[in-house]
């Protein structure tokens, strides 16, 4: 009799250790998902777009925190950027990809070329159109083009980037849109404003059906296009 009694007793105390441990486990795996780091949340105050606690949105602002730590080390006690000069924009294909290294944006900076010598942005003041072919102050940037298959060289027909061009075109004046943990969202809300990356990544998934974000997720953003293996890089400036 007191052999099952001690059995027992043993079996339920192994039966909550475990239950404890497991709650634990739960509790520390579910404060990790939400715990943002101090350093991601300080970035997002500072570029003034709501913080999220997505994985990718948290890796995504850690990578820009660790690639802007030089540019804080060289930039001027002025307060002058020294990555902004005066640099030849050239034209290039209608719906190529424009990639700018641009610190006053959260996560660098992508444009689509709509014509030769127009670039269709979204900007902190809305969804705009600018004209290039000439000296201007500028980012260090690159352009690329986007491939009909992965690793390869040739472009979409002109009739294909012409309607990637055109629904570009048709988001002019839209707001701009701040979130960009869930930007790939297609509904009327999600498609009155627009962030960089949303702009152009939707101008050719909507209309080409060409998915330019390299790492998938909720959210795109610059790099992921820049990164993609549908965009080959054909410019750059020095």
């Known amino acids: 009799m007191k052999k099952i009694l001690i059995?027992?007793?043993l079996t339920v105390i192994l039966i909550s250790q475990s239950s404890s441990i497991a709650i634990a486990g739960k509790l520390q795996a579910s404060s990790k998902c939400s715990k943002i780091p101090t350093a991601v949340s300080e970035y997002c105050k500072k570029y003034n777009i709501p913080v999220s606690n997505s994985k990718e949105?948290?890796?995504?602002?850690?990578?820009m925190i660790d690639a802007r730590n030089g540019f804080r080390r060289t930039s001027?006690?002025?307060g002058s950027n020294p990555l902004k000069k005066d640099r030849y924009i050239p034209k290039s294909s209608t719906a190529d990809i424009i990639w700018t290294n641009n610190p006053i944006t959260p996560f660098n900076h992508v444009g689509l070329y709509t014509a030769s010598n127009k670039i269709t942005e979204a900007l902190s003041n809305g969804v705009k159109t600018r004209t290039v072919g000439v000296k201007m102050p500028e980012y260090p940037f690159k352009i690329y083009k986007v491939t009909?298959?992965?690793?390869n060289n040739t472009r979409y027909s002109s009739a294909t980037r012409n309607k990637v061009a055109d629904w570009a075109k048709k988001q002019v004046n839209k707001k701009y849109d701040y979130g960009f943990a869930d930007?790939?969202?297609?509904?009327?809300?999600s498609n009155k404003k627009f962030n960089c990356?949303?702009?152009v990544w939707k101008s050719w998934k909507f209309t080409a059906n060409v998915d330019l974000d390299s790492n998938g997720g909720k959210g795109v953003y610059p790099n992921n296009i820049k990164d993609s293996n549908r965009t080959k890089l054909i410019n750059q400036s020095n």
């Open 7 to 9: 059995t027992t007793l």
């Open 57 to 63: 949105f948290i890796d995504e602002v850690e990578k």
């Open 76 to 78: 001027s006690s002025s």
């Open 148 to 151: 009909t298959k992965s690793n």
């Open 183 to 189: 930007n790939k969202q297609n509904n009327s809300a």
């Open 197 to 199: 990356s949303e702009l």
